[in-house]
């Protein structure tokens, strides 16, 4: 019995080591988090502290740093101002200059003027003088000449009216003439017709009474026969007669038909050939107009075909004047832009030149002539001796004259600069060499101890190269060159002391 209670009690004690060893690592683990927790707070609030003094501190090297720029960028624009007004001084007095010889040559040209205008007024007076006199000459001339020719016309007048007269009373003469010869003409006339007149009414007269005495004769012959044959007719045509009544009622309604058939084939036959008559009226005219319009399409044709060609060949031209001319365009906004960019980096080039120019360079940019009188006398002399296009294109190019000489004094400084850097790289080169050795003769490496070296002395002994025995010198053979070996004063001095 005793055995049993103590295994139960070491297996509970069991249990209860491993209930207590979880509780330790579950408050482990809760202090762990704590922990954790804790330093991410700590953290979050040094990290904000930290972001707060870091924008406090930016905001005050910002103001600082601002303060100082403001200062530097003071100083940099009183140089700048201080140059602006010495170029604008220097300016001004140029302008001054130039406004005095211009007032100077206005006052010379308006003298000039006044004295041109003078002998222009005096030449002018005398041109109204001379032509005066001409215009009197001319006048005394035309009225001498109307003169004449007023007399001359009188005459000729005079003439022309005795001559008209007299042919006007020779045509009434010979007016009345043939007026009396027509009086006499017509009345002979009027008797000869009297007579034969008279004659011939006298002559049809009796031979209407002959014929008319025997016309009664044959006309009472012809009458009783008539009578007779009448007689035997009627008593032979009774019933043809009455067959031909009817025949002839007949024939007048059928007369009266076929005359208003008639009447209407006439009026068709007239309405058609009034219609014919239209249509070949019209016909005529629309053959006409047809022509005149056909005449008037050729023209219009040809003129759209002329239209048509000037169209086309405009239209080439436009079109290769306006591909030129974007070619054109194009090649010039190149070059323009070119030209920007040339001005731009010429103005940027002349702005990091002015900070670079001295005082006397500032005053005075243009340095005189360095001619001297002779020179400058026999440059004239040549000038003149020039072709005149030669001297129009120098004179043009007068203006570049300030220029050149800039350009010509940067490019002599340029030279003087490019000579005085060889020069300077040549005694750097020099000093570099002789630095070298000095210190290739004060200090010990591995490259000073792979090349010669005379002053490198171990055991009374050099480095350099022994020279080879020289073999029995023939006569006539060269001597070879003797060597030495140079040893440092200095380095003898320290080793015997």
Known sequence: MPKKGKKSKTNLSDEEQLLLFQQKLLAEEEMIKQKERLLSQFLKDKLAKEEHNSALNLNKINTQWRTVLREVKTRELRKDIEILSQTFERVVDCKDSVIKSLAKDLSEAEEQYAHALRSHLHNIDQLLALQRCRLNLLEENYNMELDTLTKEFEMERKTIIDQHEKEIRYLQDVFMAMEQNYIDSEYEGKLEFQSMWDDLKNKNLEEKHFLRLKLENAAEDLWRRFQDALKNYTDATEDRKVAFETLRVKDEKSSKEIEAQMKKIQRLQDSISILKGKIMAHSRESEEQNQYIRGDKE???????????????????????????????????????????????????????????????????????????????????????????????????????????????????????????????????????????????????????????????????????????????????????VTYNIIEAAHVISHIL
Not at 374 to 380: A, F, L, V
Not at 392 to 409: H, L, P, Q, S, V
Not at 451 to 471: A, D, G, K, Y
């Open 299 to 481: 023209l219009i044709l040809v003129q759209l075909r002329k239209l048509k060609a000037q169209r086309t060949q405009a239209r080439e031209i436009s079109q290769e004047n306006l591909v030129r001319l974007t070619l054109e365009s194009n090649a010039t906004i190149k070059a323009l832009r070119k030209i920007v960019m040339k001005g731009k980096k010429i103005l940027t080039l002349a702005e990091i030149c002015r900070k670079c120019e001295t005082e006397e360079e500032k005053v005075l940019p243009f340095y005189s002539s360095t001619l001297t009188p002779e020179e400058q006398e026999r440059e004239e002399i040549h000038l003149e001796d020039l072709t005149e296009d030669l001297a129009k294109a120098i004179e043009d190019y007068t203006g570049m004259e300030n220029f050149w000489k800039r350009y010509n004094k940067v490019k002599l400084e340029q030279l003087s600069l490019q000579h005085r850097h060889a020069q300077l790289l040549e005694i750097n080169g020099k000093l570099r060499e002789m630095l070298k050795q000095y210190l290739d003769g004060i200090s010990v490496s591995d490259e000073v101890l792979s090349q010669l070296n005379p002053l490198f002395i171990i055991n009374h002994r050099s480095n350099l190269p022994q020279p080879l025995p020289t073999p029995a010198t023939q006569p006539g053979d060269k001597k070879p060159p």
